[in-house]
C-alpha cells in the first residue's frame, strides 16, 4: 500500500518515451492516443501526492521523484506536440 504514490510517480516515468515513440511512428489516430496517455499521466500525477498524504508516507525523496518526473513527462509531451506538428510548435515558440 505505502508503495502505490511512486508506483504512480514510475507509470509517469514509463508514459514518457511511450509518447514519444508513438510520435516518431505517425500512426493513424496517435493526436488521441497521445490525448489519452497524456489524461493518464495527468490523473496520477494529482492522485500521487494526494495519496502519500493520505498514508502519511510524503517524504522528500518522493517529492523530488515527483518533480523529477514531471519535469520528464511534460517535456514528452512537447516533444510529442514537435515532433507531430513542427510548424504548430514553431509558431507559438515564443509563448511556450
Same mark, same amino acid.
Given at each position: 500500500m505505502k508503495n502505490i504514490p511512486f508506483l504512480l510517480i514510475l507509470l509517469r516515468l514509463t508514459l514518457a518515451p511511450i509518447?514519444? &515513440?508513438l510520435s516518431f511512428?505517425?500512426?493513424e489516430y496517435v493526436g488521441i492516443c497521445l490525448f489519452a496517455l497524456l489524461f493518464v499521466g495527468?490523473?496520477?500525477d494529482v492522485?500521487?501526492?494526494?495519496?502519500? @498524504?493520505?498514508?502519511?508516507?510524503s517524504t522528500d525523496n518522493l @517529492?523530488?521523484?515527483?518533480?523529477n518526473v514531471d519535469?520528464?513527462?511534460?517535456?514528452? &509531451?512537447i516533444g510529442s506536440v514537435w515532433i507531430l506538428y513542427p510548424d504548430l510548435v514553431e509558431a507559438k515558440l515564443f509563448f511556450i
Amino acid at each position: 500500500m505505502k508503495n502505490i504514490p511512486f508506483l504512480l510517480i514510475l507509470l509517469r516515468l514509463t508514459l514518457a518515451p511511450i509518447m514519444l &515513440c508513438l510520435s516518431f511512428m505517425h500512426i493513424e489516430y496517435v493526436g488521441i492516443c497521445l490525448f489519452a496517455l497524456l489524461f493518464v499521466g495527468i490523473l496520477p500525477d494529482v492522485l500521487d501526492g494526494v495519496i502519500a @498524504r493520505k498514508l502519511k508516507i510524503s517524504t522528500d525523496n518522493l @517529492r523530488k521523484w515527483d518533480s523529477n518526473v514531471d519535469v520528464v513527462f511534460l517535456l514528452s &509531451c512537447i516533444g510529442s506536440v514537435w515532433i507531430l506538428y513542427p510548424d504548430l510548435v514553431e509558431a507559438k515558440l515564443f509563448f511556450i
